[in-house]
C-alpha cells in the first residue's frame, strides 16, 4: 500500500500538467467523483491498475501534422512545441513530484461538487493517519470554497432550476455532515453550510 505522499507524487509525476501540487493531486484523489480511488486497507488507492501512459498519450493525440506545423506559421500563428513533439508543456514537474507531494499549494480552481460518495467523505474507522490527516488538509481548502462560491459557480447555479438547486444543496450538506461526522466540527469550522 502507499502512503499518501507516495500516491500524490505517482500522480504529479503521471499528470504534471492537470495536477502540479500536493493540494490539486489531494483534491483529484479525495474529492473528485469518479476519479478512479478508494479506501482499501485504510488506504486510498487506485481502483484499477494504471495504464502507465499517463498525460503524454492525451499530448500525443494533439500532435500537429507536418502540413499544419508548417502552415500554422504562415498564417501568423505561433505554435506550442508541445504540439509539434507531443510533449508535456509542464514536463519539467515530473522530476520534481516527490517535493510537489509534500508542499502544500492554492487550490487555482472551483473544488468539485461535494458528494457523499467521494472518498473524502467515507473515510474509514481503520483509516491510516497520513489519510485522515489529508483529509483535514484538503478539507480545509475546499470547505470554504463551497461556502463561498466563485462567480463562476454563482453563474451555474443561477440556471439551476429550483429543484436542481435544493438538490445539489442537499447533496452537500449530506455530505458535510459526514465529513463532520469523521473528522469532528472543526473540519467545517472554515466554512459555514
Not at 56 to 74: C, G, M, T
Request: aromatic share 6%; net charge negative; glycine share 6%.
Amino acid at each position: 500500500m502507499a502512503s499518501v505522499d507516495l500516491t500524490l507524487a505517482d500522480l504529479i509525476r503521471t499528470f504534471p500538467c492537470s495536477y502540479p501540487t500536493r493540494t490539486q493531486a489531494l483534491h483529484q484523489v479525495l474529492v473528485v467523483l469518479g476519479a478512479g480511488y478508494e479506501w482499501r486497507g485504510g488506504e486510498v488507492v487506485q481502483r484499477f491498475d494504471s495504464d502507465e501512459l499517463g498525460c503524454l498519450a492525451v499530448h500525443n493525440q494533439f500532435k500537429l501534422s507536418e502540413d499544419q506545423i508548417r502552415h500554422l506559421p504562415e498564417r501568423g500563428t505561433e505554435v506550442a512545441q508541445e504540439r509539434v513533439d507531443g510533449t508535456c508543456p509542464a514536463e519539467h514537474l515530473r522530476p520534481l513530484a516527490a517535493d510537489l507531494a509534500r508542499t502544500p499549494a492554492p487550490l487555482d480552481r472551483d473544488p468539485y461538487p461535494a458528494s457523499t460518495l467521494a472518498p473524502l467523505f467515507n473515510i474509514p474507522q481503520d483509516a491510516a493517519a497520513d489519510w485522515v490527516e489529508a483529509a483535514r488538509e484538503v478539507a480545509s481548502v475546499v470547505v470554504p470554497l463551497w461556502a463561498d462560491p466563485s462567480d463562476y459557480e454563482l453563474a451555474t447555479r443561477s440556471s439551476f432550476t429550483p429543484g436542481q438547486r435544493a438538490y445539489v444543496d442537499g447533496k452537500r450538506d449530506q455530505a458535510l455532515r459526514l465529513l463532520e461526522l469523521r473528522l469532528g466540527p472543526q473540519a467545517l469550522s472554515d466554512g459555514e453550510r
